[in-house]
């Protein structure tokens, strides 16, 4: 038998116990580099107090061969807790490369971990390094996956604990369905959240430690699709007028996803209109700040000037809405929007070119900050003798050379 990298032809004893978990966390895990490995194990008293076993099910080379060996070897180790409550199926659960065949087979090894709730921060990896946990049931990390996950585990997990639908881990205060709109996958995860709902159709107005409920997280959640807020808003409408702990409705969380990937246009527009359609009143509702729905929205270049013109028609009073700053919609484009929405709302409230903001800024000392120099042109050619009255401070290089081009 070849003798697997990373393990050291030693006799039994600390640095090859050593050896051992760091080839288990290694990116050489194989079954014969395992199998050459125990041949240093004669006896089992010798990986007492090892975290071997639970390295392996994290590892993403593991496989069902590599899992059966080892607990044909050593039949305990599936019941094994680290620090923190951490058994081996909290670790396969959160491998999202740990196949599904393994995740069933210590299920039934050990069904009592499926009611443990891991609170461990961290583990460790074959450098010595640490790695960031996840906290919960194996029913949170599981739902966490962001691919390979079958539906029917998660049903096994839930018919032999159905507590666990509303179990909130120790300072994590998020249940199972919290996780699943979280999920960068999300829009691939409407089976779940159906089967969820079904058998807990509470779920949909419980929020977690932010207070969010499953419709605010899937406004703000770049994989969300139509279908799922769709199916949200239908099964519990009132959501929609309903805040979070930082006083945002679901609407305000839509008009301006912070993440650095967002969803596609088509999809944010067809959400928009599912939520107007609901609850029209959450445009005159502030978040925050003061900022409404249109002032997030058309401060934002992820969202198109379609977008922001159909929040603006539902409700056109609102280009004349001030924050508790006291900027305008207009304010807002002009430092972080498109030109065609800056343009849109000019027409509708040309005064506001001439109205000051926070800290008695003008539109024109916005749009120093804007990237697209054509915002910054327009808005000059609307009111050039705001020049005058702008902080020379506030004026770049690039922005002074824009003038002297005029």
Known sequence: MVKPKNITSVQPCHNAIENLERYCSSDYLTLDGIKCA??????????NGSDFFHRACMNPKVTWDIIEYLVELYPDVVENAESGGTHPLHMACLNEHCPNSVIKFLMNKNSNAIRQCCTADYMWDEDGRKRLM?????????????????????????????DSLRQYPDSLSTSPIHV???????????DVVKYLVHLEPSLLGSGDSDGDLPLHLACDNASTTVEIVHYLVGSHPVATSQRNLDNFLPIHLLCYNGNDIDMPQDVSIAILNILLEVHRPGLLNAATGGAFA???????????????????DASPSSVTLRDENGDLPFHYACSGGHLSTVKYLYELYPESIGITGSEGEYPLYRACYNENLEVLKYVYELYPEAMKLVPIQSVSLITMDCFHCK
């Open 294 to 312: 249109v002032h997030r929205a058309v401060g934002n270049l992820k969202r198109s000037f379609e977008f922001c013109k159909i929040l603006i």
């Open 38 to 47: 125990m041949e240093f194990f004669v006896s089992r008293n010798h990986l």
């Open 134 to 162: 996840e906290r919960g049931l194996p029913l949170h990390l599981y739902l966490s996956r962001t691919k390979n996950l079958d539906i029917d585990i998660v049903k096994d997990m839930v018919k032999q604990y159905p």
């Open 180 to 190: 699943v709109f979280r999920n960068p996958n999300l829009g691939a995860m409407l």
